[in-house]
């Protein structure tokens, strides 16, 4: 239902269907219904991993008074928004420390150990390159005179395959030959390797046949 239906229902009925209130509830009707909208729109843009490149970064980019990248990727302009955003705060290891867990790419921790700040990036499968904004995101907040200690580690995860296939073979020599059936029955076990196995037979005539 529209928002000019919703106001009309609001009136006593004798003014319902009247041309002019219906004409003045239709204009306020569709304005209310743009309105709405935006909302919902908005509604979609509060937290910095659902801001749109049409909407929410150049709003947010406004409030902060921060221009982003326009080369960068769509997950790193947002990581440099929130990484903006939370520089604004009084400086102190937890400041630092969530200003880099606006890093996706991977975990990080923040320490203060003799008058140095030590920061760790702990990337998977190699270190992004979106890093940037949050160097200069904590050079903004920290005082001048500490200075920092970045270390960087990349985990790489991948399984590793080993094939094993054995070979066997067997040589069979039967003296003298004789016109019967040769039968063999035996037990073969195999283990789990894959095997390829050979056998070559040998039967020489009996002396005297030829």
């Known amino acids: 239902m529209s928002s000019k239906d919703l106001l009309i229902q609001h009136l006593h009925e004798l003014y319902r269907k009247d041309p002019y209130i219906n004409q003045l509830y239709n204009s306020i009707g569709l304005e209310i219904d743009k309105i709405k909208e935006i909302v919902d729109i908005l509604r979609g843009q509060i937290f910095f ?94 005082p001048a005179q500490i200075p920092i200690d970045y270390e960087l580690i990349s985990i790489t995860d991948m399984n590793l395959y080993f094939g094993i296939i054995t070979f066997s073979g067997e040589t069979v020599t039967v003296y003298p030959w004789n016109n019967k059936e040769i039968e063999t029955t035996g037990i073969v076990t195999i283990g789990s390797a894959p095997a390829i196995n050979a056998e070559t037979t040998t039967i020489y005539p009996r002396e005297g046949l030829i």
């Open 49 to 142: 991993n659902q801001l749109t490149e049409d909407i929410g970064i150049p709003l947010m980019e406004g409030l902060l008074k921060f221009k982003t990248d326009p080369n960068s990727s769509l997950d790193d302009r947002r990581s440099q928004l929130e990484a903006r955003y939370k520089s604004r705060g009084k400086f102190s290891v937890d400041l630092i420390q969530a200003i880099c867990n606006s890093w996706a790419g991977g975990n990080t921790d923040v320490s203060f150990i003799d008058d140095i700040i030590k920061l760790t990036f702990l990337g998977r499968n190699g270190i992004s390159h979106d890093l940037d904004n949050i160097y200069k995101a904590i050079k903004v907040i920290k």
